[in-house]
């Protein structure tokens, strides 16, 4: 039995994600590591609730825990690559909606914890083989500040004068979630900044956690009133940024993607890995600026780990999050920022210009629910034909494009995307499959 799932543990608050939940799984944690620490949280209603149940598993074993209060999790996680903290765990759902709340664990290297790890932990948890430590022999919790050195690292990366030479103006929509507390102060250290959905609340009435096209038009509507050369939207845990061009345009996030692929090419060469859903533009993009790209399965744990393995220069998802090797190994809202405008600034080019350079490929995405995902996709493969890839889930490709069928990490649902060079067709071919689905479903 999997407590992990493509994104820590996560559930609905009071429902699935209960004290009982987190304290156990603290214990658990606490009874794999042993040292010290590092704890953030997201703005969540149910962070300190979570948090204070987990932080009691981890000192009841010993541990001392560093808490950072609420934070990004790429700043928790470059805290604990560059400090001599033993691990971290972040309470977060991050896109999820605001019913739900999560627990992730960090490794001492800053990435999220591998499968192999978790399954110990998840042993641990399972058969209640937890660390006893004597009345004496409990950890301490100690307040930590980790914003400023997140910040500082960033920027110590970037080419801070080139960015402020050219008075850019950025909207940041932090979404009333961690971002809060970074992205403002990040992007006003280079450029004219306008913050929209800056005050953390855990119901997010500004708007909701997940960056889409439909939750960010008020980011579109306010660059386009401001002036602004780019908007930033950040989801709830600011660890994925989704831009908007200085004409009020959404810009897809294959396409801030292979934008700053192609840089990353242009000035070192090498690898750029990313998974099998993303779209065909990254790879003809980095192909064209003399790179290559390796796919992986879906998660960002699972692309971060291949980059380390074979030394990539870039790596990122179709969803806004984007990995820079140099800074560190998981998706980071943060750096991303900076490294847009940074692009931008050498290049001398506005957003929308860079952004027309990708080659175009229209991707339609939508889902199924399905509580049975291994039976339905067993069922799928038993039905279609042709050229297949299962990497992750079922990509078929087909003369018009891809469709590529995977059970969703976190939802009980099949999520289904097509790709071709025709939006219409990506629609059709992405329905025809959601059709099939829904049948073999009515049968199961």
């Not at 950890?139 to 960033?154: A, C, H, K, P």
């Not at 600011?238 to 000035?267: C, H, P, Q």
Request: charged share 30%.
């Amino acid at each position: 039995m999997r407590l992990f799932g493509t994104n820590g543990v996560r559930g609905v608050v009071n429902e699935d994600m209960t004290p009982e939940l987190a304290l156990k799984l603290g214990k658990a944690i606490g009874s794999y590591f042993e040292g010290n620490i590092a704890i953030a949280t997201d703005t969540r209603t149910g962070n300190e609730m979570l948090k204070n149940a987990v932080i009691s598993g981890l000192i009841s074993t010993g541990n001392n825990v560093m808490d950072a209060k609420i934070a990004p999790s790429p700043a928790l996680q470059y805290y604990v690559k560059n400090t001599d903290v033993d691990a971290g765990v972040i309470i977060t759902a991050s896109h999820n909606p605001p019913q739900f709340d999560g627990i992730k664990v960090i490794d001492r290297d800053g990435t999220e914890l591998g499968k192999e790890k978790e399954e110990k932990i998840e042993e641990i948890f399972f058969k209640e083989n937890f660390r006893k430590k004597a009345w004496n022999e409990i950890g301490r919790v100690y307040d930590t500040d980790i914003l400023d050195f997140y910040i500082e690292g960033i920027l110590s990366l970037s080419d801070v004068e080139k960015i402020k030479e050219k008075g850019f103006k950025v909207v940041t929509d932090c979404g009333n979630g961690a971002g809060s507390y970074t992205m403002p102060y990040l992007a006003g250290s280079v450029a004219k900044v306008v913050s929209l959905n800056a005050h953390p609340d855990g119901n997010f009435p500004g708007r909701m956690p997940e960056p889409t096209r439909e939750n960010i038009r008020d980011l579109m509507a306010t660059v386009k009133a401001t002036g602004a050369d780019i908007g930033v939207a950040y989801d709830g845990d600011a660890d994925r940024a989704i831009f908007v061009d200085e004409n009020g345009n959404y810009v897809d996030g294959d396409k801030s993607l292979a934008a700053m692929a192609g840089y990353m090419v242009e000035k070192k060469g090498g690898v750029v890995v990313t998974p099998v859903s993303t779209s065909s533009c990254v790879e003809e993009y980095v192909k064209s600026k003399g790179g290559s790209v390796i796919y992986t399965k879906v998660g960002s744990p699972i692309v971060a780990r291949k980059m380390i393995e074979i030394k990539a220069v870039f790596g990122g998802e179709e969803n806004g999050g984007l990995i820079f090797p140099q800074h560190q190994y998981c998706r980071d809202a943060g750096m991303s920022t900076i490294a847009m405008l940074e692009l931008m600034a050498k290049k001398d080019k506005p957003l929308s210009e860079i952004i027309a350079e990708i080659p175009k490929y229209a991707i339609y995405k939508t889902k199924v629910e399905c509580k049975e995902k291994s039976k339905m996709m067993n069922e799928i493969k038993s039905k279609i034909s042709g050229k297949m890839d299962f990497t992750d889930g079922i990509k078929v490709f087909e003369d018009d494009g891809w469709v590529l069928i995977r059970p969703s990490g976190t939802e009980p649902i099949i999520r289904i995307y097509a790709e071709s060079m025709d939006e219409e067709k990506a629609r059709k071919m992405a329905e025809r499959y959601r059709n099939m689905i829904k049948d073999i479903a009515s049968n199961l």
